[in-house]
């Protein structure tokens, strides 16, 4: 019997087994001629074709019919069905699972997950709270039965929520959970992109925003900036265009002043949810946008496994009968029960790369190269473009990047080349 923990975000959808494998999967999906691609693959093709583009189905999970049903794609629990077997099958489709679920999922949503589990043919050993689990692995090493206060603060691709949750006697409970609707990462990004678009304009005379393709790569390369702005007040923002190479420095107050509106509606829902007594963690998603926690409070930023980790020592208090399964809002932390055998800590290998649905062994060297409008993949040379094993850790060998600079890669990682993307999977 093998356990794996899903925590649902359609931010980042967080995965780990007691392999040790863990890895973020974004809630996007996109319509091929072959079927539906999910995560990674779907969020890196997401401006390319918007009309085939699908991000909002986790927030409205529901079996009402689409507007423009297709033979693929009847209601949003298809789609929700398509990532749940992609992800079911990255974990090495364990026997059992653990669903971490976030606090704006309502009871038929609930019951629509346990249904597309029980269609994919494995257990679901309990539903948590992932507020709770993720704070009850944050207190773990504190002991003390003193009675404490929490607010949670996560957010979502479309919407952020803070959790009111108490610690008491060592059981930690949620109390309340608070929903700002219409406010994620995509309502930030947009604002963020549009931004640094102008300057390019105002720069260069170039809009990467009026193709497809630019904005597309504009979108790519987003997250990669904000993480330097995470370290940084400033950064460089470089884009390619027909006709050459552009780059403009980027200011974290500038994009922060651009999204005044937005985080003094987080202001108003954060002053009339927090107390003075209050511990203030967020969740790593909140890295995903620089200085926003910080116009708030000084928060605790969990580690991005928090909940998976908090729903794997707590398993036995979280599982469930089958027949009157609900969703656990409450932990005693005092007594968690980490399984000796779980390594999630050990982080493993990736074997194979998946692309266009095909799994390829990397091996001890995996050679790849665009030609035309798909990828080619060899054991022997036939590009300067490599996949190698170094002394058990894999690097990308890019003849667009330094060579001397070494690009270490881990599981679940997207590779994009081109408009063509692959992803880095185990199987064993």
Not at 7 to 36: K, Q, R, V, W
Request: glycine share 4%; charged share 20%.
């Amino acid at each position: 019997m093998s356990l794996a923990i899903i925590e649902i975000n359609d931010s980042g959808h967080c995965c780990g087994n007691e392999m040790g494998e863990i890895f973020i999967s974004p809630g996007y999906a996109f319509l091929t001629n072959d079927g539906i691609e999910t995560g990674d693959i779907a969020l890196k093709k997401s401006f390319l074709s918007p009309q085939k583009s699908f991000n909002q189905f986790w927030r409205q999970l529901s079996l009402s019919p689409v507007s423009h049903p297709t033979n693929k794609v009847r209601h949003n629990a298809d789609l929700a069905f398509q990532q749940l077997t992609d992800l079911y099958n990255q974990l090495n489709k364990p026997s059992e699972i653990i669903f971490a679920i976030p606090g704006t999922f309502d009871r038929q949503q609930l019951s629509i997950i346990l249904g597309l589990a029980k269609a994919l043919s494995f257990k679901v050993l309990g539903l948590v709270d992932s507020a709770v689990a993720a704070v009850s692995h944050f207190e773990s090493k504190d002991k003390v039965s003193d009675t404490k206060h929490f607010v949670h603060l996560d957010i979502q691709l479309h919407q952020t929520v803070f959790t009111q949750l108490q610690k008491n006697q060592g059981i930690i409970k949620r109390t309340c959970v608070d929903i700002v609707t219409n406010l994620g990462i995509t309502t930030f990004y947009d604002d963020w992109a549009r931004h640094i678009a102008d300057k390019f304009i105002k720069e260069y005379r170039f809009d990467p925003l009026h193709t497809a393709e630019g904005e597309q790569q504009l979108y790519n390369l987003l997250p990669k900036w904000l993480e330097k702005l995470n370290l940084s007040s400033e950064t460089l923002a470089v884009l390619d265009s027909p006709q050459g190479t552009y780059q403009l420095a980027i200011h974290l107050d500038e994009l922060l002043k651009e999204s005044t509106k937005k985080i003094n509606q987080l202001k108003k829902k954060f002053a009339s949810t927090v107390k003075s007594r209050d511990i203030l963690v967020a969740s790593h998603r909140l890295l995903l946008l620089p200085g926003i926690s910080e116009q708030l409070a000084k928060f605790h930023i969990l580690k991005k496994d928090a909940a998976v980790f908090g729903s794997l020592e707590n398993s036995q208090e979280i599982m469930q009968d089958q027949e009157n399964m609900h969703l656990v809002i409450s932990l005693n932390n005092l007594i968690p029960n980490t399984p000796e055998t779980s390594n999630l800590t050990s982080m493993k290998l990736p074997t194979h790369i998946l692309y266009r649905h095909e799994a390829i062994e990397i091996g001890n060297i995996l050679y790849f190269d665009l030609q035309g409008d798909s990828l080619r993949f060899a054991q022997s040379q036939i590009s300067k473009k490599s996949i190698f094993l170094v002394e058990n850790n894999l690097y990308i060998n890019d003849e667009d990047r330094n060579k001397k600079e070494k690009i270490q890669l881990h599981l679940g990682e997207v590779i994009t080349v081109g408009s063509e993307s692959f992803q880095l999977i185990r199987v064993t």
